[in-house]
């Protein structure tokens, strides 16, 4: 979007990285921001909120920015973990299995894999998310 902060390309990158070596994963442009899908179902989403734009991001996060945002799935029961309730995490409200997190200056990449990679097998055909070495709950 015109006149908007966009999510650097380095992050991007990074996240692609992570997510496009997962089983049939699009990476496409969002309404704002980039997101990666499975099958036209969005498992990830990375969001530049600034100067309060976003606003349903802005709200969700607490924030008018700058500030990068990460949005993603997890099942029901690791969302009441405590973690999932304080920063960098957040709770949006436009869907019940959705968790985001800022991105900040230490990210700690590995878990941000785990994440996704963990939001894409909910997500993909139960065949897709079996091809994915992923770690013991």
């Known amino acids: ?6 999510v650097p390309p380095e992050i991007i990158a990074r996240l692609g990285s992570i997510c496009l070596g997962l089983p049939e994963v699009r990476e496409e442009p969002a309404w704002t921001g980039t997101r990666w899908t499975i099958r036209k179902k969005n498992f990830a989403h990375v969001v530049m909120i600034d100067a309060g734009w976003p606003p349903a991001y802005a709200r969700a996060v607490g ?8 949005t993603f799935r997890l099942p029901a029961h690791r969302l009441h973990a405590r973690r999932f309730t304080r920063p960098p995490f957040f709770r949006p409200v436009w ?4 968790a985001g997190m800022t991105l900040g200056e230490r990210v700690d990449w590995d878990e941000v894999a785990d994440l996704l ?3 894409y097998c909910i997500l993909a055909p139960k065949k897709l998310a079996g091809l994915v070495d992923r770690p013991a709950p």
């Open 1 to 6: 979007m015109t006149g908007h902060a966009g």
């Open 63 to 70: 924030s008018d920015g700058p500030v990068l945002v990460l």
């Open 117 to 119: 990679t963990e939001s």
């Open 95 to 98: 869907f019940p299995d959705i």
